[in-house]
């Protein structure tokens, strides 16, 4: 500008890289080789420092036109790695929690609950004791699970998420915009029903996500088995809304059907025509 000031843009972006704990080293007892682990968190030190990648030309998608290398400069990258990270909870619990042996030797309650793994009612209690223990995970931790020291000192933050409880899971089944259950509300629009799920069966559904330990993704299983003998029963008949309760999801009772009368036949009909 005119008072002589030089304005540079700076480029930048952000890549997201998921999965990265199934690159975790192996064992040093197992005898096999490690083709995805430290060998592969080495070559990605590079890009995490800032570096120019060419990308060879057979990973362009245009390489039937001979196009030119591509060069990326990942300096202005934001890099984010993510992963489940399964087990990991028991190393931070193995470096905050000191046993004691012999009889007599004190237990807290969070490893009792822990320990009695059988019991699929403690499930969620023992989710939110594997929670407290993820919010103090350190570079330690990380690099005991299999990450390379080079790699965390290369990721500064370091953030856990809590487990999906209840009130996460009914979010799910009902909030989004493409959510599952308006997926199958659509599905019985296709043959003039209407379906509704009353507010205790959506928790209902959520409890036995949690039971069953399937999460998120178990909610669909869960919704095709409670309404798929009714999904067979409603096309071509006079049923007008379908009524799941609590006692639906729990299996200790069927869906309340409701069925249209003729005149309502009758007026739909006319305004069809119409």
């Known amino acids: 500008n005119g008072e002589g000031f030089v304005l540079e843009a700076v480029v930048s972006t952000q890549s997201t890289g998921d999965e990265v704990d199934k690159i975790s080293m192996r064992s040093k007892e197992t005898h096999v080789r490690d083709v995805s682990g430290e060998g592969v968190q080495q070559a990605l030190l590079k890009l995490l420092e800032g570096t120019l990648v060419t990308i060879p030309e057979r990973l362009i998608p245009s390489r039937k036109l001979r196009a030119e290398p591509v060069q990326v400069d990942t300096t202005n990258i934001l890099f984010i790695a993510s992963g489940a990270f399964a087990g990991i909870e028991k190393i931070v619990r193995g470096r905050k929690v000191k046993r004691s042996l012999g009889f007599g030797s004190p237990i807290s309650e969070e490893i009792a609950v822990l320990d009695n793994k059988m019991d699929k009612d403690n499930f969620e209690k023992q989710l939110k004791i594997n929670d407290s223990f993820l919010q103090d995970i350190d570079a330690e931790d990380l690099v005991n699970y299999g990450i390379i020291p080079e790699f ?68 669909r299983s869960i919704l095709e088995n409670i309404l798929m003998a009714t999904m067979y029963e409603v096309p071509g008949s006079d049923i007008a809304e379908v009524t799941i309760t609590r006692a639906v999801v729990e299996g200790t009772g069927k869906p309340i059907l409701k069925t249209r009368t003729k005149q309502q036949d009758e007026i739909q009909a006319a305004a069809v025509n119409i």
């Open 152 to 219: 965390v000192g290369r990721m500064p933050l370091c953030v856990s998420l809590m487990s999906l409880d209840k009130e996460a899971l009914v979010t799910i089944l009902t909030q989004p915009k493409n959510s599952i259950l308006s997926q199958y509300k659509y599905l019985f629009t296709l043959d003039d029903c209407e379906l509704v799920f009353t507010d205790d069966s959506l928790d209902a559904v959520a409890e036995l996500a949690i039971k069953k330990r399937t999460g998120a993704r178990g909610l």
